[in-house]
């Protein structure tokens, strides 16, 4: 299969949604198939989400692309992603920020993540086992968070991580379905702006869901 020509066909139909060429630019030199399972990779490059084991899912081209546009990076930031999942939104960020560190709480797909990103030369990202407050305090302030699973609310643990004028997107709803926030951090009042529906996995800990 030419994985080279789907990507680009993926990335030509996200060009009438997604305005940022530096997020399609990221996202043409990024081999999704690589984040996904053998047995779902002919898939690789449809808009849709596709399973990755326990559970988790990889999330769709077209949302990773709203979530990572609306984080309006330049390249000197430092992101944390609460979520590594497979890895492909963490290598997306890579190409686009100084530093990524992001938090997995599954220990196989974290391990997995971690050797799909080392074999694909990136040295500006950290992976860690996610502890149960959410983030990662050592590493705060943040640039810009991104969380890839949802939320009952927004956590008020990931705001304090922001740096003032930071950026968090995040997705808030019920388990079954919820609406995509783009959080700025200011000294006074905090702004939220409401980028639509969508659908993701629970994320779990405190401030968010319990476990099943």
């Not at 990524?100 to 220990?107: A, D, F, G, N």
């Not at 990202?125 to 050592?138: D, F, K, N, Q, S």
Request: glycine share 8%; charged share 25%; net charge negative.
């Amino acid at each position: 299969m030419d994985f080279e020509a789907e990507r680009a066909k993926l990335i030509e139909h996200l060009h009438t949604e997604i305005k940022d060429k530096r997020v399609l630019a990221a996202m043409s030199r990024v081999p999704r198939e690589r984040f996904i399972p053998p047995e779902e990779q002919y898939l690789a490059y449809e808009d849709g989400p596709l399973p990755i084991g326990l559970g988790q899912t990889i999330s769709q081209p077209f949302i990773i692309a709203l979530m990572t546009e609306a984080l309006e990076l330049t390249g000197s930031e430092k992101v944390l992603e609460v979520g590594t999942g497979s890895g492909y939104q963490t290598a997306i960020l890579a190409e686009l920020a100084r530093l990524v560190i992001t938090t997995e709480r599954l220990p196989i797909l974290a391990e997995t993540a971690r050797k799909v990103l080392d074999s694909l030369d990136y040295t500006n990202i950290e992976v860690h086992l996610a502890e149960e407050t959410l983030g990662w305090w050592v590493g705060a302030p943040y640039d810009a968070i991104i969380v890839t699973a949802a939320a009952p609310k927004v956590p008020t643990d990931l705001v304090a991580q922001l740096a003032i004028g930071g950026r968090m997107v995040i997705p808030v709803g019920s388990r079954y379905v919820q609406e995509l926030y783009k959080i700025t951090r200011h000294r006074t009042k905090n702004t939220i702006r409401n980028l639509g529906g969508c659908r993701f996995v629970s994320l779990i800990g405190k401030d968010a869901w319990e476990q099943e």
